[in-house]
């Protein structure tokens, strides 16, 4: 579960460009969780979100569609288990933590 949230960090980095589709989707659903119970993303993690997004050419697809995929909802479910608190700790290990508010 710690590579999941990793990898969900790792969205907001500049490492984007080695993550999987798959991947990406498990990512927003963790920033899905994130920006829904936490305190969401910063304006820079957002522009970093959404430049992953063009990078895999999901960004002509609503975040919402994407967010159905099933890898989304595993990513999202994983956040859930760290819980807020947990995520932020995880993402401030890894160095990302300016991303998030």
Same mark, same amino acid.
């Given at each position: /579960?710690?590579?999941?949230? +990793? #990898?969900?960090? /790792?969205?907001?980095?500049? +490492?984007?460009? @080695?993550?999987?589709?798959?991947?990406?989707? &498990? &990512?927003?659903? @963790?920033?899905?969780?994130y %920006?829904e119970?936490?305190?969401?993303?910063?304006?820079?993690? +957002?522009?970093?979100?959404? %430049?992953?997004?063009?990078? $895999? =050419? /999901? =960004?002509?697809?609503?975040? @919402? &569609?994407?967010?159905?995929?099933? /890898? #989304?909802?595993?990513?999202?479910?994983? @956040?859930?288990? $760290?819980?807020?608190?947990?995520?932020?700790?995880? #993402? %401030?290990?890894?160095?990302?933590?300016?991303?998030? %508010?």
């Amino acid at each position: /579960m710690r590579k999941i949230l +990793i #990898a969900t960090l /790792m969205t907001l980095s500049t +490492i984007l460009h @080695a993550l999987s589709p798959n991947e990406m989707l &498990v &990512v927003i659903g @963790a920033v899905k969780f994130y %920006n829904e119970n936490c305190g969401g993303l910063t304006q820079t993690g +957002i522009k970093k979100m959404n %430049n992953s997004l063009e990078h $895999f =050419d /999901m =960004d002509n697809t609503p975040v @919402a &569609v994407l967010e159905r995929s099933k /890898m #989304a909802f595993s990513g999202y479910q994983t @956040a859930k288990k $760290f819980g807020c608190l947990g995520t932020k700790n995880e #993402a %401030n290990k890894a160095g990302y933590g300016k991303y998030i %508010n």
